[in-house]
């Protein structure tokens, strides 16, 4: 073993404060679950206020769907800055305000401009919660189990989407097959049910709110503050005295080589911004991979495949559970085969995958035979690119310019998701299901050679190590 492996194994060896440094990344990660939830409620509630609402043409269907997206946008521009400035912490605290009344102004909604609204405010809460949750467990976690700890806002998240979809099947009421779009809207389900579908956020949003004033603040944070003393005290917390007064030193050190001022001409420096191109480009590409269709359009996607209302809910579920056993999964691999690893399998798993859910769409299968085929992209995509690309964005910015290089990121990412949310149902209807499931396997080998040519390994390495190898690199 190499002196520096040596130094290493001391500093991030099985001696921290494991049941501490998990229980403020858990909570933390409430936000991962609060988005998960909310972005994935309105799938199941789509056929119920759709008809309440009266949504009929494609452009409106979209804009349902998507205008949360301009929210998450605002949510992750101000998310970086305004957490450099104020503290991971205040902004995570405010996330959570924002989810609980968003989730209740939506579930009163009497029109849908006022839906509408509710809607973007709760987006701003996932663009704060994408931002931030991922990025404050990485600056509290030991670097050997980093990658394991930043993959819990990704369980979270999935568990949130589970939530959301057991939610949606247990309000749901039976809907009979053939059942006319006037039956629907004076029914239960398109009165009231919907309703309740949104309102439940508004539960988990508090217990993360009263949660959030028992973390500390990121020591990383307090050290590029200047608060040397707070962020020692919460490094012992987590390592030790022993490792904490190294890992402070390593924390000082990087910060002394950065500028200090953050601008949007630092981000375009030169050794920035190659990290910000990874960052963004990985965050397209979570995107463009095209696996959100599946669960923010679930109700055409099972339809496709010859299911009905009340089938899809249920298929909805399956889905859910088969995210949520891959996304464990993908946590005990993370730190073992590594990012790059894990990201490359993942592209090119999903290019196959929806080559053949192409065919089958092209063919006109039905059933089970599609339904196996959505089931084997979710579980490639839960192994690999959904919480792998959280770590890797967390983990490869410098400390002074992290929330602001991080916020960047993730507006790509939520520009992205707006552009794919928006335009699906025209993909859809122009190029049919199969044509569309062929684009995003183009889309998936094009990720591929990206992520051959461009992100190298950063597992086991602390943050300092990696944001100074990328940038020298």
Known sequence: MTVSAAKRTARDGVNYNAAYAWTISFVAALGGLLFG???????GAKPFYEKFFALTQPSQQGWAMS???VGCLVGALVSGPLSDRYGRKRLLILAAVLFAVSSLGTASSETFAGFVRWRISGGVAIGLASTLSPMYIAEVSPAHVRGRMVSLNQLTLVVGILLAQ???WLIARPVPPGATSQYI??????QTGWRWMFGVTALPAAIFLVGMFFVPESPRWLASSGRRARALSVLERIGGPARSAQALEEIQTGIEGESGRVNLRSLVAPGMAKLLLLGAGLAVFQQWCGINVIFNYAQEVFSAAGYQVSGILFDILVTGLVNL????LAMGLVDRAGRRVLMLAGSAGLAVIYIVLGAGYHAGAKGSLMLALVLAAIAC???SLAPVTWVVI????????RGTAMSTAVVSLWTASFILTYTFPFLDRSLGASGTFWTYAGVCAAGFMFILFRLPETKGRTLEEIALSLRRG
Request: with cysteine; glycine share 6%.
């Open 394 to 401: 967390s983990e490869i910015f410098p400390n002074r310019v």
């Open 37 to 43: 939830y909310d972005w994935v409620v309105i799938g």
């Open 185 to 190: 809207l004076h029914s239960w389900n398109g």
């Open 166 to 168: 057991c939610v949606n």
């Open 67 to 69: 205008c949360a997206l």
């Open 325 to 328: 056993v891959f996304t464990l």
């Open 381 to 383: 995509y839960a192994t």
